[in-house]
């Protein structure tokens, strides 16, 4: 196995949060963050971040493969075991959202969108990808792994992607930083954590401003039927809310283009 290329303590310089991260495990390679985290009940530290320089096992939303380069993507995984409940979970996923959002707008100026439930586009190609889960006991929820994988210094992507992919280099023309660009995302989702608890709306309406898909036609694949209609907005919860001409109704996971 090749030496990892990412340095801890340049991640480290530009860390300022109070929490998150300063549990850091590295893994020069694992098969999923998230699922070590879940699994691995040892580690119990709120805002412990696990972090592989080699994801080969990485798992994706509604059980794909999510597939990463050593060297040239951040794959991590975040635990949270502290003031979690059901709604939180889903907040956590557009704060996760909003946090990645906002550190590649701070750091590299790009056009960042966002598409429903929690991928991360650069304009329309998808640059990150969040998978958040969760482990209960009875109706008590114990753990919570808000997954991130990041497309950072891939200089092109080959085979077939559900959603077109990116990479920063590829659209700010540089190899950047991985650890700086961890460094900010796990700022400002320290920050924007805080604010699900204390202030949910404006992370929802946080994520709404970047979310163009809004107002629009769509169609939403489930995994087992497609259903159409207008993208109307989200709910408390995060919830899409689609109307067509029978109503409104909640939509609580899929995928959803513009038609
Ligand atoms: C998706 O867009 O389908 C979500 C992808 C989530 C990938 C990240 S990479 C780090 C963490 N570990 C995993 O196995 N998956 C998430």
Known sequence: MSKSTFTIEEMDIKLKTNFIGTNFIFYDEIG?????????????????????????????RLNREWVSYKDHSITFSILLTENINAKTINLVNFAAAVSVAESIENLFQLDVRLKWPNDVLVVTRKVCGILVESVSKGDKIERVVVGIGVNVNQPMFEGHYNVPPTSIRKEFGKIVSRERLLAEILNEFENNLAKVNRNPQSILDNWRSRCKMIGEKVKVNDGKEETFGIFEDIDENGFLLLRDLKGTKKIFSGDVTLR
């Open 32 to 60: 999923s963050t998230n699922e070590e985290l879940l699994k691995d009940t040892s580690i119990t530290q709120h805002g412990t971040v696990l972090f592989a320089d080699n994801q080969f096992k990485g798992r994706g």
